[in-house]
């Protein structure tokens, strides 16, 4: 009784739509995130002081030791795309190729490109209210600028689904489309491999290289997956190319995401590994392969994933070592087979 | 509690991007049109349990993203389909025209006997059609499909889609056209001590015989 009043009293104050214009999901639970907001909202205001020191007297953010343990501890909103600009070089290709994203938009044609991302145009964040064809102003014509103006600047990949959840959050973030498609660039182009190209050879490769991690440091799920036939392809080709978008919750994607910028894509196997791990003893319960998906769906909700502050300390440990060298060579290992395979 | 069930199908829904495959599997499920939702990236899935004709069967539903690009990532999910709901957009004749592609895929991957209903779906956007019902039963028939136009939106046919599906291959079941036994059939019996009860003879028999009703 006491504790849905609560909940309640929790559904009264907090916003019904969140900071970045989603709609909380009905079963959204108002009690715990306000608890966990109150402590939450400490740590921000105090990185927050801390970031505009760093920052003070503007001009552009450069890599360093500093500004990567800062940015491990979460980059203040305000801040966020500035970082997100200097730490990934999109500033600086920006910079150096001024109005080339106008001349983009101005220039060549395509129909197929246009179709392909209007088709995407109303399902992409049905529930975010800034997203709606109704909204005003509606961002639905600065995504659609941005995927396709990265269509014509990179015609190897032109558009793949997936590139408008990411096109959507940096939107959602810059607040600006020539922001939003340089970082697009930074990721599509430079920190992710070949996830988004026509033969998808870069996410196969990462979903194999997340099955051989498991294999090495969780080898009961690897079996659970494995006796089941399920392939890594169902649970995680979500997690590699919508970045964790949709699955995990907003805060804590931008938290990932501040270090993918900044540290680079083996960041989503330490968050792979860590919601892995984590779950571990819920996921070998799983009797069948409805019920491994069910568990797989589990682990994105809930406490665990929702305090992002903890959630972004525990994916640098509890993963344990995990080195650019190893990584690099898994990578290595798993194309070569793939392409063997055909 | 488990459920209890005499067959289980695994069926994929196939097209190109767009098509409506994700609120088809949705209003079978919830009975209810998917208003709000994100598109499908990679392989999502659903199930359910039908009684067809007597039996029941728990439908495994296999709802796959539509882009090209997503064939080499979901098409390792085909295997072993019993079924399969191929879908396009009446609406749209691009659609309509890469079904030939969808179905080779569903024939070589899946198998050669996997029972596929041609579903052409938004019936509910006549004004805007673009492929008549004539030329879609032609292709159905052409290519020896099951064809239904569905919305949706409505609801309409969408229950019998995956029905007439389901229906169809139990028909092949007792016809010992297709063979449940047979590995990579995408057909499971339910429960085995329910198999032994509806199915006394197949303890004797050396092929196992096909449910005779």
Redesign the interface.
């Known amino acids: 009784m006491e504790a849905a009043g609560r909940a309640q009293a929790a559904r009264g104050r907090v916003p019904r739509i969140d900071p970045y214009g989603f709609e909380r999901p009905e079963d959204f639970d108002y009690a715990a995130y306000e608890e966990f907001f109150s402590t939450y909202l400490v740590i921000l205001t105090r990185r927050a002081i801390k970031w505009s020191k760093l920052l003070k007297g503007g001009g552009g953010v450069q890599k360093s030791v500093t500004v990567k343990r800062y940015i491990r501890k979460g980059v203040p909103l305000e801040h966020r795309a500035r970082v997100w600009m200097g730490v990934s070089g999109a500033q600086t290709r920006m910079d150096r190729n001024p109005g080339y994203y106008q001349r983009l938009l101005q220039g060549e044609q395509s129909a197929s490109l246009e179709e392909a991302i209007r088709t995407d145009m109303n399902r992409t964040f049905p529930d975010n209210v800034r997203f709606r064809k109704d909204a005003e102003p509606c961002l639905q014509g600065p995504l659609y600028n941005v995927l396709l103006a990265y269509g014509h600047h990179n015609h190897d990949v032109g558009y793949c689904q997936g590139m408008n959840f990411i096109a959507g959050y940096l939107i959602l973030v810059t607040k600006n489309e020539e922001e939003a498609f340089w970082l697009l660039d930074a990721l599509v182009g430079r920190i992710l491999p070949d996830y988004y190209s026509p033969s998808m050879l870069g996410l196969k490769t990462d979903q194999e290289v997340l099955g051989e991690l498991v294999r090495l440091k969780l080898p009961a799920v690897a079996a659970l997956m494995d006796g089941h036939g399920v392939l890594w392809t169902l649970v995680a080709s979500r997690w590699f190319i919508c970045l964790f978008v949709d699955v995990l919750p907003v805060e804590t994607v931008l938290r990932v995401w501040d270090c993918l910028f900044s540290e680079g894509s083996k960041i989503i196997f330490r968050v792979a590994l860590t919601l892995l791990k984590h779950h571990q003893a819920s996921i070998l319960e799983a009797t069948s392969v409805p019920d491994l998906c069910e568990k797989f769906k589990e682990m994105t909700r809930g406490r665990f994933v929702t305090e992002c502050h903890t959630f972004m300390q525990r994916i640098f440990s509890e993963p344990g070592s995990l080195s650019r060298a190893s990584i690099a060579r898994l990578r290595e290992r798993c194309r070569a087979r793939l392409l063997a395979q055909g | 509690m488990a459920e209890t069930y005499d067959f289980l199908f695994k069926f994929l829904v196939i097209g190109s991007?767009?098509t409506g495959k994700s609120c088809l599997l949705h209003q079978f499920i919830e009975n209810k049109f998917k208003?709000?939702?994100?598109?499908t990236?990679?392989?999502e899935?659903g199930?359910r349990v039908v009684n067809v004709g007597g039996k029941t069967v728990k439908l495994?539903i296999w709802d796959t993203?539509g882009?090209?690009?997503?064939r080499?990532?979901?098409r390792?999910?085909y295997r072993g389909a019993a079924g399969a709901l191929l879908v396009y957009d009446i609406t749209s004749r691009?659609t309509y025209n890469s079904l030939a592609a969808w179905l080779t895929d569903a024939r070589t991957l899946a198998s050669p006997n996997i029972v596929v209903i041609l579903c052409g779906n938004k019936k509910d956007l006549d004004p805007e059609r673009e492929v008549t019902f004539l030329e879609a039963s032609r292709f159905a028939q052409e290519n020896e499909l099951m064809f239904l136009e569905t919305s949706a939106l409505t609801g309409e046919n969408v229950e019998e889609a995956f029905l007439k599906c389901a229906r169809t291959i139990l028909n092949k079941i007792d016809s010992g056209e297709l063979d449940p036994e047979r590995m990579g059939s995408g057909i499971q019996y339910g429960d085995a001590s329910l198999r032994q009860l509806r199915q006394p003879r197949s303890a004797q028999a050396v092929t196992p015989q096909p449910c005779g009703c």
């Open positions: 991007a767009g208003q709000d939702s994100n598109h990236i990679g392989v899935f199930s495994q993203a882009q090209e690009r997503f080499s990532v979901t390792s999910y691009e």
